[in-house]
């Protein structure tokens, strides 16, 4: 589902991974680092969390603790003391697959041929109705839903029964892309390595830092390495970034080093569009720039696209605060907040009508009467799906005096279903398939109304690329992905990027 509250597409898991270099004299406490991490990956899932560590020294076994709920809930520091180990992965989740239940929080732990094996993962596996199948015919049983355990499955059979395993993981990971195209990020834990890998078509970002001893000094040693899903937690590990995992690339992560390897090279690349507009947080670096800044531009440029006469640019707290600054920088218009946010109602507070999620809205915000009364107010947002807070925050500025309310949205209208992990309710749902712009205005209460193009988005979206690319591991993304600029729009055109196999 989508967090209906908040009118937003969900994105659905967070993943990480620690390795502590094994000639450092600072001691690196790998499970707290993990479940830092974890809490900065929090806005990628909440129902549930997981961290497996192991001592490649020792070699007695995985430790695994996971549970429902928040890091911060299922873990504390008796647990992560029991986490013992120099590597380790971890997970937070949001389920598209599976119910939110203890059954299938990962990172998922199995016995193969090969010995213990742990995985976590981001995404949804787009061909997974005939890998489930072709799995079950092969005698292998599955005891979830989860595409997890697919894939660790997957990881343990040979393409076809003529054919042998790959002699290594990095060559079984080669293996599953060839098997699946998309849609996965994953962290895989065996022995003394941690294996990163994306998917060839690169959908759901993933990226690699390096752990600094003394943090912030001149020459800091390397203590260790991490992977994420997203940067925004190196600072709070002390790690600095090194770049983004590349699409159909396997990193092997030991305590000695880092080793890429291109498992495949589809020639295409397609990372999703939203991870830029909504998903990520504004200080995470994709393909070499901040969230931030494409944010940014993005308010800029729909401020080119839809110019209108107005005394505020505002936002609706705080995911497009970014973008509003943008449009109010380049229309002129001054910037300032007309509304106030209650942060003590969460993400996932789910509403069941929606008489008690409009009544929602309005426990969530309270309007700054002073800075909207007589106002013509631009309120900028980053998306709009199912249209049902939109219309109340219009509602309540109009009852706290506003002249005027223009709505700017800083992406195209979603129209189109994701199988590629994210949530998007059915298209007869999606407010942009039930009503024209006109419609739209007129439903929403606004004065006018305009969305950001496709067009101007993707424009923002490779403008700034390779800004802070550091240490030579360029985070290039090829120019024949799905959309020409090698990202995925499917939600917003109807273009997938991969076939999709049911
Ligand atoms: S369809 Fe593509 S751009 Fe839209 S949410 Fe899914 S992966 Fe992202």
Redesign the pocket.
């Known amino acids: 589902m989508t967090s209906q509250m908040e009118d937003k597409?969900q994105d659905e898991c967070g993943v990480f991974g620690c390795v502590a270099a094994s000639n450092c004299t600072t001691p690196v406490d790998v499970a707290n680092i993990i479940s830092i991490g974890l809490i900065g990956l929090q806005h990628r899932g909440q129902e549930s969390a997981g961290i497996v560590t192991n001592n490649a020294s020792i070699d007695d076994g995985m430790r695994v603790h996971k549970g429902m709920g928040l890091v911060s809930a299922v873990f504390n520091p008796i647990i992560l003391k029991q986490l013992d180990g120099n590597l380790g992965i971890g997970h937070t989740r949001y389920s598209t697959q599976g119910k939110s239940e203890i059954i299938n929080c990962q990172p998922f732990v199995v016995d193969t041929k090969y010995g213990k094996i742990a995985v976590a993962h981001n995404g949804e596996l787009v061909n997974k109705s005939k890998l489930r199948r072709d799995v079950l015919d092969r005698g292998v049983g599955l005891s979830t839903c989860s595409d997890s355990e697919l894939i660790t499955q997957l990881l343990c059979l040979p393409l076809d029964s003529e054919k042998s395993l790959e002699p290594d993981w990095t060559g079984r990971l080669r293996h599953l892309m060839l098997r699946t195209p998309a849609?996965y990020s994953l962290v895989l834990l065996h022995g003394g390595a941690i294996y990163a890998a994306r998917d060839p078509f690169g959908?759901r970002p993933l990226c690699i830092g390096r752990l600094e001893g003394d943090v912030g000094g001149k020459s800091p040693d390397t203590v260790g390495w991490i992977v994420s899903s997203e940067s925004c937690v190196f600072q709070s590990t002390g790690a600095a970034y090194i770049g983004d995992v590349q699409p159909g690339q396997v990193v092997k992560v030991t305590n000695t080093g880092v080793t890429y390897t291109t498992a495949v090279n589809s020639g295409q690349s397609a990372f999703?569009?939203?991870e830029y507009v909504y998903f990520a947080r504004p200080d995470s670096i994709f393909e070499g720039q901040t969230v931030y800044d494409v944010r940014r531009r993005c308010g800029a440029q729909l401020a080119r696209e839809f110019p209108v006469d107005a005394d505020v640019i505002s936002t609706v707290p705080e995911s497009a605060t970014p973008a509003a600054f943008g449009f109010s920088r380049e229309s002129g218009i001054p910037y300032d907040e007309v509304l106030a946010k209650n942060r003590y109602i969460g993400r996932t507070f789910i509403q069941p009508s929606t008489r008690m999620r409009k009544l929602a809205v309005e426990k969530k915000f309270g309007v700054l009467v002073e800075n909207v009364r007589g106002k013509r107010i631009v309120v900028v947002d980053d998306s709009i799906v199912r249209g049902n807070t939109m219309g109340s925050i219009i509602r309540m500025l109009r009852s706290g005096g506003a002249a005027e309310v223009h709505v700017r949205i800083a992406s195209p209208p979603v129209k189109?279903p994701?199988y590629?992990?994210?949530n998007?309710p059915t298209p007869k749902e999606l407010l942009a398939n039930k009503l024209n712009l006109e419609e739209t205005t007129k439903f929403l209460g606004a004065d006018s109304l305009g969305y950001l193009s496709v067009k101007g988005l993707l424009s923002c979206v490779t403008s700034g690329r390779g800004k802070l690319v550091e240490n030579g591991h360029s985070p290039e993304t090829k120019s024949n992905g799905s959309c020409g600029t090698g990202h995925?729009?499917?939600?917003?055109t109807g273009e997938y990027p991969v076939q999709l196999e049911w």
């Open positions: 597409l849609s959908n999703c569009i939203f189109n994701c590629m992990g994210i998007i995925c729009v499917a939600c917003l």
